[in-house]
């Protein structure tokens, strides 16, 4: 065999050995935090796009609002993000253009995700800005304005039950 190849085939075994023994190090939350990528990634996507100009109040209630429908739907955070008619950015072709902006929406996914931080709009499932009047409004009660978004939990039934 060619010694080169050998040399190689060598290396790229103790790399694949570090990699597998190296997973084994890992503490729960970052084997649940590298699980859950591509749910931080929707859910930054949303804050970015449905509240890039808004408070971080503003921000996080966008976010618990996205979290809270995946959980009422038992879907993953991205199937909820991109269930069409949810969010209204998911149907144009939008670009991130303030990186800084990103960033931020990245961070503030993370503590939603890793329960770090407060829901300021707990039972919230919708919201709007305020230059609409969607449709779903009659059937909702409004929890509290946060910058230019409402916030809306589900009406109560008579019965205590909430309409969904």
Not at 28 to 56: F, M, T, W
Request: aromatic share 10%; proline share 4%; net charge positive.
């Amino acid at each position: 065999m060619n010694p080169t190849i050998e040399r190689f085939a060598v290396a790229c075994a103790f790399l694949f050995i570090a990699l597998q023994v190296s997973e084994g190090f890992k503490n729960k939350e970052e084997k649940r935090a590298e699980q859950q990528r591509p749910d931080v990634a929707c859910l930054a996507d949303n804050i970015y796009h449905e509240a890039r100009g808004e408070s971080e109040q503003g921000r996080l209630a966008v976010a618990f609002v996205t979290w809270a429908r995946a959980n009422e739907t038992v879907e993953q955070l991205c199937d909820t993000v991109w269930r069409p008619h949810q969010f209204s950015w998911t149907g144009n072709k939008v670009y991130v253009t303030d990186d800084a902006a990103y960033k931020e929406a990245v961070r503030l996914a993370w503590a939603v995700v890793k329960g770090k931080v407060a829901n300021p709009v707990p039972g919230a499932t919708h919201f709007h800005a305020t230059h609409v009047k969607p449709y779903w409004v009659k059937h909702s009660q409004k929890i509290q304005r946060i910058g230019n978004h409402v916030f809306y939990k589900p009406k109560e039934r008579k019965n205590g039950s909430s309409k969904a």
